[in-house]
Every structure is written in structure tokens, then in C-alpha cells.
């Protein structure tokens, strides 16, 4: 069973959860007894009265996919170095913690030029970002995590010299090693394949990595290098030299199986992360560095697979169904009669393609009758105002044509 954990996961709130379902298997209220029914090994207590704390923390820790409470506390206590959450930690914003940050400051300037995950990815960020390099190239001098940032092979070499254990060390404002403001970074970069290569030469870790919010997918190096999310591929890019930074990765023994990468990638179309990963091992036993980190893995390798399969067969993604037939990792079954493509939470095909700025599927469907004043059921927008919100400019440009009431307010 793959892990489900809250947001920031606190002991503490999870002992209250477990005494308010003792409280309530106690009180047998319906529904709190057919969850024990179902995740307790022994069933529902035949006197609720007697259910113990004890049993109700299995339950709970099993309700999250651990197999008891003692290894959802062992999680917590290995994760809690290993968590971040970005978008609090961020410097320039309240929930820094410090209020507006000046800008041209080296905090700043990490924290603006990188994907952070939050609802702040935005190109605005990265903009101002790279003014601020612009405005003062003596900045990559300051620190090494600048001279990451900037992707400056010289800055970095420069730095390592005088001190080679910056090349691992957490820094920085979100006190992430070097190598991870390389590859979140979405500024213009001098040379990012050869200040990574320099990192990695330094004994940077190629499996560096996060735990998002304490969450126990990991948001590793290959993570920000590979890009996008549920934000859209505008609003969270992939890196611009992906490809040659994810080989590099590979090459010194990142592993393929990355599942917080996949899940980022398989909202759009676009395969080619997926041959790239294929090629260099994706869905075959691996180096699984991050479980032996976690004592735990997410999801396993098999569930990973069938999430992308059954995303992909729910999406009419026919040619991602192909690649996996062809390299053996699913049935050959998955790419023959697919079903019509699943339109979730009220949005319809065309609200998706907008999102991902995916203008030849924008287009196909215009012509084809897909409605442009079709609302979503939950922000009751049209698929012009998702693509204008994920700053998907090639689909907004389509759609504000045949959009009402948009083309003279704008």
C-alpha cells in the first residue's frame, strides 16, 4: 500500500487523531467502526468499549499505508531532518518568517530563482531574479550557493577551492546543498551541465534530495532537473538543458525510478522523459537510495508503474501505453480499446490542454466542438482563464479568440 501522509505530518496531531477514534469506536459511531473493520487485523471489536489507544494508533498508522505505529513514529523521527517546506522558508515573502527580503541580497536570489513548489511559481519570480544577477555579477562571489544558482562553473570552482566541503553542505534559504539550487534554479544559467559536473566531482550526492512539506516522496536533484507539477508547465518549467543534466545524473547513479519526477511529468502529452528514463533503467530494480534513507518507500516500483499506466490509459495517452508495452512493463491489453478519456472534477479536455499550454491539442479540439465557454465545477472558469493562470500565453492566445468577452477586455 503506498503512503498518504498530511501535509508538515506532526506526532502530535496524530496521537489526537487516534484518541478521537477511540473516543468515537468507543461512542460506536458507524463509521469509525467500519474503519477498524477494515484496517485492523482482528476486525471490529466485539464490545467498542474496550477498543484500545493501542489499537486505535495501528489503525491510524495504517489509514497513512504503515504497517504499525512504531514505523509511522520511526518515519517521522528519520524525516524530520530531511523536511522542507520551500514556500515557508521562502525569504522574500511573511512566510519567510523575516518579512520582504531586500532585494539583491544573496537569500533573495536563491529563494526567487528557484521552483519551490508553492503557489509562488511564476516567471515573475525568475525575472526578478535574473535582474538582480544582471544588476551585480560580483553576487556569484558571495556564496556558493549563487554561484549555483547562476550555474557558474567558475564562481563554483573558486569557491570548492577555498573550502571543498561547501560542495555538500546545506545552505542557503531553503538549506538545500548546492546542487539542488542548480537544478531548481530557473534563471539563465552560464553552464549548468559543467557547474554540476564540477558538484558532482566535489562528492555532491547525485540522489541529493528533500522531503516537500515532510512528505515521503522525496523532491530529489533529478526532480528539478525533469520539472513541472500540478502548477502546469509554465508556471513550474522543466530545466532548459534537462535532457544533458538528467544524463549527467544518471550517468553518476541518480536513480531512474524517481517517482516524484513521473508523477511531475505525466500531466502533459510529451514523452520524453519517460524514453529517457526507460533507456537508463525506469521500472527495474535500482539503487531505491531514498527507502534505505526513509526506512520506507512511498510506493513501490510496481504501484509507480501502474499510477502512470492507468493515468495514461484514463487520458487517451495511447503512445505513453506503447512505450511501457514495449519495454515490458505493462500488458499489452492497456494500449488496445481504450476508454473515453475520464474528464475529472467537472473540467473538460480542453480546460486540461489549455493548463499544459498544449496548443495542438488546444486546437484539435476546437475542431473537433469543444465548448470554450465550458465551466469548471469547482473555480467555474473556462478553459481560456486556466490557461491565462498557469501563464500558458500560446493556448491563452488561441482561446481568447474564440473566448467571449475576453478579446476587448484584455
Known sequence: MALSLPANPDLERFRRDARALQRAVRSARPDAVDHVARLHPSGAPDDPTTFALADAQLVLARTYGFASWPRLRAYLRVAAPLTRDPGALDPTTAAGGEGPHPDGSPSAVAALACLTYSGDDEPDRWARAARMLDADPSLVARGVVVAAVAGDPDALRTHLAADPAAATREDGPFRWPPLLYLVYSRVPQR???AAARLLLDAEADPDSGYLWQGLPTPFTALTGVLGEGESGPARQPRHPQWRALAGLLLDRGADPNDRQA???RMFGRDDS???LLLARGL???ASEVWTRRLGVTAETVEEMLARQVAWARDHGFAGRLDLFVAHGLADPSVATDLPPVRV???????????????????RALLSAGADPEARDAVHGTRPYEWARWARADEAAAVLRE?????ADAD
Request: no cysteine; net charge negative.
Open 191 to 193: 553552464d549548468p551541465v
Open 262 to 264: 513521473l508523477y511531475n
Open 273 to 275: 522523459h519517460l524514453e
Open 283 to 285: 521500472g527495474r530494480p
Open 344 to 362: 475529472p472534477a467537472g473540467r473538460t479536455a480542453l480546460h486540461e490542454a489549455a493548463f499544459m499550454d498544449d496548443v495542438e491539442q488546444v
Open 402 to 406: 474564440v473566448t467571449t468577452g475576453v
